[in-house]
């Protein structure tokens, strides 16, 4: 039997799926999740006392690098974090782990 060389770029390109890290946009996904989810409640009710701008907005997410965390439990992940408060933007690197459960990916805990 010959090897077919159209296989390779298949082959491939099924791989390059299968990395298991989460992509730009499951990091973005999962941040604005988090930031929407746990910011919610602090946000109207210090909109009802016209201090809503003591919280940070989530702007956007850039993923540097990920590597399989120690624990075995999801990745750790550099992420250049970009967020607004008091009209400031303001963008950093930080280290962030994110796990990937049955709704996608979540951020989770640094250090279980």
């Not at 299968?18 to 992509?23: D, E, L, T, V």
């Not at 996904?29 to 746990?38: I, R």
Request: proline residues 5%; glycine residues 8%; charged residues 20%.
């Amino acid at each position: 039997m010959r090897f077919q060389p159209v296989f390779v770029p298949l082959a491939i390109f099924a791989l390059a799926g299968c990395s298991g890290a989460p992509s730009d946009a499951n990091i973005e996904a999962a941040l604005s999740h988090a930031y929407s989810s746990n910011s919610s409640e602090a946000r109207s009710l210090l909109s009802d006392m016209g201090m809503d701008s003591l919280l940070p907005e989530f702007e956007g997410a850039d993923k540097l690098a990920c590597a399989p965390a120690a624990n075995g439990r999801g990745y750790l992940c550099d992420v250049e974090l970009t967020t607004t408060q008091f009209g400031q933007s303001r963008t950093r690197v930080v280290e962030m782990r994110f796990v990937r459960g049955d709704k996608g990916w979540r951020l989770a805990e640094a250090t279980p």
